[in-house]
């Protein structure tokens, strides 16, 4: 089934969707993205999406490249001309294509690239005996609250999992606190409250942990957005959570089991509810 993209004002098949050899995305990482899931055709939290996306913009100073709702429109369009219903769409903002020199001039046009594939869904496996995860000293960069296309450190993250038979790698800061995934952000549950790693530059502010939060408030659920470690005597559970898992109970890390080793009441809880949210967007 063939597939399109946008890029660069133009709608192509993707084999053919290309950008320059010169443009800065691919010889300096310099861009920012956003990946956003669109369910049975209802984007979730699109204008949240395209908030971040913004910040990202400003914080490596990138202009825009058209209006937001130019933005938008494009990408409900590379939504439409694809065929899944359920789908992740992927947008990139690079600074443009220029000459190779670290300083970038001002004149340049930023590229803009939209794909969009079937939204991924958790296995039966993953769902019943939860996802695993190994943790990892923290050896990105300090501004891991700008959504950066360089991801080399996340891809040797995840590489890393895999060697090791895992589905995620979780970065620890010096003191041990658990800070996020290489592409999903991190709860505990400890002495019964929903405890995550505060906002700062040491991750990513992520659409779903937002809705996690709010979900888990409006269920009665106290939350605590604090420093946190695995080693908490009254610590029960883990979840991740991101746009392409929603989230997710966590139950083994470096191969050692998390409480009970199953998936534990309040991740349950929370992925009925989101998903319950969802399907409610998708009958909207
Ligand atoms: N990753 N932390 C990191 C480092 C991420 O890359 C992501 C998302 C998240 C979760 O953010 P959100 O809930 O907004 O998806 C947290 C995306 C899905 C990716 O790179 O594919």
Redesign the pocket.
């Known amino acids: 089934m063939s597939l399109v993209a946008y890029v660069n004002n133009r709608f192509l098949p993707l084999e053919s969707a290309t950008v320059h050899i010169e443009d800065r995305g691919f010889q300096f990482a310099d861009g920012v993205y956003e ?1 956003v899931a669109c369910i049975g055709g209802c984007f979730l939290d699109l204008d949240l999406h395209l908030d971040r996306l913004q910040r990202s913009c400003s914080a490596i100073g990138i202009a825009l490249p058209c209006s937001g709702d130019k933005l938008e429109a494009l990408i409900r369009e590379t939504w439409k001309r694809n065929p899944y219903t359920d789908a992740m769409v992927y947008i990139q903002i690079t600074r443009g294509a220029a000459p190779r020199s670290h300083l970038p001039s001002e004149s340049m046009h930023p590229t803009l690239i939209i794909t969009s594939r079937e939204l991924p869904k958790p296995g039966d496996e993953k769902l019943t005996q939860g996802a695993s995860g190994i943790t990892l000293r923290d050896f990105r960069w300090k501004r ?1 609250d700008i959504k950066s296309i360089a991801l080399l450190a ?1 891809v040797m993250g995840k590489q890393e999992a895999h060697r090791q038979d895992a589905d995620e790698a979780f970065w620890l800061d010096e003191d041990d606190h658990v800070l ?6 991190i709860f505990a549950v400890i002495d019964g409250t929903l405890v995550t790693h505060p906002l700062d530059h040491q ?2 502010g ?4 937002r809705m996690l939060i709010r979900i888990a408030r409006d269920a009665g659920i106290e939350v605590a957005e604090r420093p946190w470690k695995l080693a908490e005597a009254t610590l029960s559970e883990c979840m991740l ?4 898992n929603a989230v997710l109970p966590v139950c083994h890390m470096d191969g050692s089991p998390v409480a009970s080793g199953a998936p534990g009441p309040v991740a349950t809880q929370l992925r009925t509810l989101m998903l319950q949210a969802m399907d409610e967007l998708r009958q909207s």
Do not use: Q
């Open positions: 990946v891991c996340s996020e995934g290489c592409s999903t952000n991750v990513l992520g659409i779903t942990r959570t991101s746009t392409t």
